[in-house]
């Protein structure tokens, strides 16, 4: 009797820290999440930045990322108040998931297509390098928009406010639902575009090793000023390239890092279906989920902070030079 009741103090217990944290935890990744990403705009929208396809995707990936935050994070705050419409509408709970289940995909990837571009664009391979353009750039954001999209539309069926035997509101209406929405995260959203980061970001430094070595040459002085100016521009445009595949690293680093134990969760939940589980082990699986999950939103509201922080002085001034256009603008008026 006494070992039941421990049991469910504890079961209480787990229950009401669950609470609190999609009460509290949200709010702060919610609105550092939402002015870092309208930041992050305002810095990759300076004509500089814009005219290089990888901080073209930078800023995809940060507008994907505000939708997401919103959608996600922003619906589970009112979750922990007991206020969220997707609990008990059907079709509200089904364009919340597709909307959110796309707008993440999407983020993740565009970050993924950065670190090719940047490896297309540290190749010795001069047709690699002619393949890095801005109209390559938008076609693939187009692509991966379309596709996230047309993978995500089986939601519409799939989703439901209350499935039956199942203790979570807003989840998949039977047990094949749940199993590819979980397989969907955790291979399309997380795994393979991870797995691509890291294999092209070890092909990238590989290259930029090979290219330093090769650029130890005898310099040739010239006194011609056309020279001079696209040795300049070359030397400026190197730096924004290195600087940019810095915020490329660290950002992907990040995104591994937070975005595992929800994707792991995931792969765990499938094997364990069919598994009979205490109502002990349900309130601690309800508990590292919902940590899981917030921890995964972290990534989409970082991007700014990381940048600012290891973008160096190329995206600080972008920035900065953005506030101020913005500055004259308001005192004209």
């Known amino acids: 009797m006494s070992s039941n009741s421990t049991e469910a103090a504890l079961i209480a217990t787990l229950a009401a820290i669950t609470t609190q944290i999609n009460r509290y935890l949200p709010i702060g990744i919610f609105f550092f999440g939402i002015i870092g990403n309208l930041l992050n705009c305002l810095a990759l929208s300076q004509r500089t930045l814009l005219s290089n396809s990888c901080s073209l995707l930078f800023l995809a990936s940060s507008i994907a990322s505000l939708i997401t935050l919103i959608d996600g994070v922003g619906v589970r705050f009112l979750t922990g108040w007991s206020a969220d419409l997707t609990a008990t509408n059907d079709i509200l709970c089904q364009i919340r998931f597709f909307f959110l289940s796309t707008s993440r995909t999407v983020a993740f990837w565009l970050i993924s297509l950065a670190i090719i571009d940047r490896w297309l664009l540290s190749s010795i391979n001069v047709h690699r390098r002619q393949m ?193 256009d913005f500055s004259r603008m308001i005192i004209c008026r």
């Open 132 to 324: 890095s353009t801005l109209k390559n750039t938008q076609r693939g954001i187009i692509f991966v928009i379309i596709l996230s999209s047309l993978v995500y539309v089986q939601y519409f069926y799939c989703f439901v406010a209350i499935p039956i035997d199942y203790p979570i509101t807003c989840y998949g209406r039977s047990i094949l639902c749940r199993l590819i929405h979980n397989l969907e995260f955790a291979l399309l959203s997380v795994l393979i575009p991870s797995l691509l980061m890291i294999i092209f970001g070890l092909m990238t430094i590989h290259n930029v090793h090979k290219s330093a070595l090769r650029q130890v040459q005898p310099i040739i002085a010239t006194s011609s000023t056309q020279t001079t100016v696209a040795n300049e521009r070359s030397a400026r445009m190197k730096k924004i390239d290195h600087q940019l595949l810095i915020m490329l690293c660290v950002q992907t680093t990040l995104v591994i890092l937070f975005s595992l134990p929800q994707a792991c969760y995931s792969i765990y939940t499938v094997i364990t279906q069919y598994d009979i589980s205490s109502p002990l082990t349900n309130a601690i699986d309800t508990l590292l989920l919902n940590v899981f999950i917030l921890f995964s939103y972290v990534t989409n509201g970082m991007p700014f902070y990381v940048y600012t922080l290891s973008g160096g002085t190329v995206y600080r001034k972008a920035f900065f030079d953005r506030l101020q």
